[in-house]
Antibody, heavy 120, light 107 residues
Framework: EVQLVQSGAEVKKPGESLKISCKGS????????IGWVRQMPGKGLEWMGIIYPGDSDTRYSPSFQGQVTISADKSISTAYLQWTSLKASDTAMYYC?????????????WGQGTLVTVSS | DIQMTQSPSSLSASVGDRVTITCRAS??????LAWYQQKPGKVPKLLIYAASTLQSGVPSRFSGSGSGTDFTLTISSLQPEDVATYYCQKYNSAPITFGQGTRLEIK
């Protein structure tokens, strides 16, 4: 059974750093892209970027380029989303998701979401 | 970058009604279009991919159509459990983009 399990909710202060995770299981982790999606409170879905764990090829949305870093450790089947200096506007639910097939595709598997709250 | 525009942004309909949501791409994307349903407090769920292919387990009252720049999600007979926000997504190339969403309510 394919599963994406994300790390738990985080409460941080502005300026702090953060790295959240998404662990894949039940499939060949290195053969599928993993994407990250942001959902701010009461708002829609925003595609942040995507990584291919097999070779760490990473693509970012222009809106998020330079704001976050996406990485993966294929030895432990885990993808990461990282901030070096959080802002209050980073408060959101963050989802990881896997496409249906290798290559770009619709997302049929999603993590449960990680709620990040940034507040002083 | 290709922009995805959904209409309407919100919709209220009665149980049993036929409901149509539209998604327009700013450039042609062939059939690389998916539809998702997100119920309040839940993870998005894939309904349709390749513009018109129903994901396994999705009720047959949901259907999708279109190609190129104009796409449609149709619910043939609205049910109470269909209350949700619906998103289109293009995935032919990066950046992968979602529409802004359509909130569907029961009248």
């Amino acid at each position: 059974e394919v599963q994406l399990v994300q790390s738990g909710a985080e409460v941080k202060k502005p300026g702090e750093s953060l790295k959240i995770s998404c662990k894949g299981s039940g499939y060949s982790f290195t053969s599928y892209w993993i994407g990250w999606v942001r959902q701010m409170p009461g708002k829609g879905l925003e595609w942040m970027g995507i990584i291919y764990p097999g070779d760490s090829d990473t693509r970012y949305s222009p809106s998020f380029q330079g704001q976050v870093t996406i990485s993966a450790d294929k030895s432990i089947s885990t993808a990461y989303l990282q901030w070096t200096s959080l802002k209050a506007s980073d408060t959101a639910m963050y989802y990881c998701a896997r496409p249906r097939h290798t290559g770009y595709d619709s997302f049929d598997y999603w993590g449960q979401g990680t709620l990040v709250t940034v507040s002083s | 970058d290709i922009q995805m525009t959904q209409s309407p942004s919100s919709l209220s309909a009665s149980v049993g009604d036929r409901v149509t949501i539209t998604c327009r791409a700013s450039q042609g994307i062939s059939n690389y279009l998916a539809w998702y349903q997100q119920k309040p407090g839940k993870v998005p769920k894939l309904l349709i991919y390749a513009a018109s292919t129903l994901q396994s387990g999705v009720p047959s009252r949901f259907s999708g159509s279109g190609s190129g720049t104009d796409f449609t999600l149709t619910i043939s007979s609205l049910q109470p459990e269909d209350v949700a926000t619906y998103y289109c997504q293009k995935y032919n190339s990066a950046p992968i983009t979602f529409g802004q969403g359509t909130r569907l309510e029961i009248k």
